[in-house]
């Protein structure tokens, strides 16, 4: 709901007037009988001519009137209204700007406001009103005028039939429409098609539209003040708009306001109060600029689902997943994130973009989407439309394909210098630091983001098996086959990773990202209701051993900048040069995926990994979210057991952390493998979690 803001009341000298008290009647003067007959005179050869040109054109253009039987069934453009998940409205698509409303939502007084200032005699007619004809004509020959008499019935054959050209023949036709259309229609028929066609100004079609448009109100909030000055647009909807000619708007008002007072629909003081009353205008219509991108998100999938006509005619009503709140709390951190860049890069130049998007773990709805810093500057969405490298916020999903293939947290894996030779060429990875660990646990290498073990880790794994499991998560992008896939060396989009990201959270089961949750459209049949059936992507005991080792990622690895929230876990992700800077995390409740980078590919700066640029921005947006934090850890799947770890993963443990072997954490396979292919003998403890033993077999 758009809000409203006061203006200062104008006061014309001459309010709607009253009668006076015991007023003595004036008597009739000689003149005034002359004035009368000639009238009279005037009104019957008026009469006359008016007759014999409906008689003599009405076969003519009988013959080429357009069928008014579609009128029975009016559909007209309408407007499609988006609202947050709390019915606010957050945006709208259109050709027209037309909010359809039934009579039975119109307040009375509305509708009598219209028939006093347009039709006075609406309901004796039967669709022409020969008696303003008349007095039109007289009116035009005696003042050289162009009064108008065209009925309410007329003014809907004009505007659903016929074109806007000003010729006699075409106001023949409307007459003879009209009428036709008086007997097919009944009146309140009539009165909902011109209510919701008639053009108020300001791009507002409908009154409807024109209370949205401007009081920023519902029509059945409008006061009597507001309702006249609607009722005053229908003669010239630019030349009375209140926003552009106040005075001209208030006179119309009076005129409106004392057509009432003499039809008897308010009584002479209420049209004085209301003449007084002071006006609040709306302010300029569009969407909250927090949720621009979210909007937009929404109108895509629209389109591509039903089509743009629907979309921007057919008057839909959307409710999305959007929380209002938490979307300016994102567009807040995304902006914060930035302005830490400029401090830390002062001499960086242009400020890089951001992107973010948050949902929830259980159902896929995203609650928050920020596209860039700036959508009136760029409108394309880094979301959900940009892909770019991962870099090791990629290899979450490496481990886990590893796990469901029997290897263990505390599997131990060398590090040291590897190369390939493809052709002529070499490659040699290297760590970040370029420093190498010798034999380091899984547990160790996934928490401080190591490539070499991750590289090696796929070769055992293979990348069939990473590349399937990584669709089944919910990465649709293409993804190459080959040794850099573990450096996240394939293109993604944020939204897709954080998607991903929501399978460990979510007991291995996915969800797909979802923007809407009921579609409605104006005939009130439900198009989309939002439920969704999630697809087990990843044994959930498997999710839980990723989740317990991206907990420690947070607590003592790549991500500590992101400490803070409460039973939190994630992923750092940085590419060459640092590029792209990635931060992926999530709580029991909701997953939140934030990236940092230019749209041309060029660096960040010195140390502007994901930890540095991405993760404050992923903290400082959680920390808004309390009410999306639980009172719970995630829960522990059965076959997940905690014991000591012992062996050489224990002494690695102890010498790489400095813990002892009694916090290493979770008690699992019992596996300390040593290199790759070579499993431990029974009675070796491990150090994290892993199947139990029966389990696996």
Known sequence: MRTSVPISEITIDSPPPEAAPNAKPKTRQPWVWGQIQLSLFLLSISGLLTITIIASLYLLAALNLPDISSMADYQPHATTVIFDKDDEAIGWAFTENRLLAGLDEMPKLLTKAFVAAEDARFFQHQGVDTLSILRAMVHNIRSGGKQGASTITQQVARSLLLSPEKTYTRKIKEAILAYRIDKFLSKDEILHIYLNQIYLGEGAYGVGAAAQTYFGKALKDLTLAEMSILAGLPQAPS??????????????????????????????????????????????????????????????????????????????????????????????????????????????????????????????????????????????????????????????????????????????????????????????????????????????????????????????????????????????????????????????????????????????QHQNPRFVDSIIDRNGKILENGASTPRQALDERVAYQITYLLKGVIAEGTGKKAQGIPFSAGKTGTTDDNIDAWFIGYTPRIVTGVWMGYDKLQSLGKKETGGQAAAPTWLAFMSQAPEYQTANDFKVPEGIAFIPIGGEAESLERQQT????????????????????????????????????????
């Open 239 to 508: 030349r009375y708009s209140p926003f552009k000619h106040f005075e001209r708007a208030k006179a119309r008002q009076a005129y409106v306001l004392n057509r009432m007072a003499e039809d008897g629909y308010i009584t002479p003081t209420a049209a004085r109060n209301a003449y007084r009353d002071p006006l609040l205008w709306a302010t300029q219509a569009g969407p909250p600029e927090a949720a621009e991108y979210f909007v937009q998100q929404v109108k895509n999938y629209i389109a591509d689902t039903y089509g743009r006509e629907t979309l921007n005619q057919g008057g839909l009503k959307i409710r999305t997943t959007l929380d209002l709140k938490l979307q300016r709390n994102a567009v807040n951190a995304v902006q914060h994130g930035i302005a830490q860049w400029k401090i830390r890069q002062p001499g960086g130049g242009d400020a890089p973009q951001s992107a973010l998007v948050c949902m929830e773990t259980g159902t896929g709805r995203v609650l928050a989407l920020v596209g860039g810093a700036d959508f009136k500057s760029s409108q394309f969405n880094r979301a959900t439309q940009a892909r770019r490298q991962p870099g090791s916020s990629f290899k979450p999903i490496i481990y886990a394909a590893a796990l469901g293939k029997g290897f263990t947290p505390n599997s131990i894996i060398e590090d040291a210098p590897i190369e390939f030779k493809t052709g002529n060429t070499i490659w040699r990875p290297k760590n970040y630091n370029d420093k190498f660990g010798g034999p380091t646990t899984l547990r160790n290498a996934l928490i401080h983001s190591n490539n070499i073990v991750t590289i090696k880790l796929l070769q055992a794994v293979g990348t069939k098996p990473i590349i399937k499991l990584a669709q089944e998560m919910g990465i649709n992008s293409p993804l190459t086959p080959n040794l850099s896939l573990a450096l996240g060396s394939s293109v993604v989009s944020l939204v897709e990773l954080t998607s991903a990201y929501g399978v460990f959270a979510n007991s291995g």
């Open 658 to 697: 400095g813990r002892p072997a009694e916090d290493a954490g979770l008690d699992q396979q019992r596996d300390t493998r040593d290199t790759l292919g070579e499993y431990p003998e029974d009675g070796e403890q491990a150090a994290d979690p892993a199947l139990n033993t029966e389990q696996q077999q």
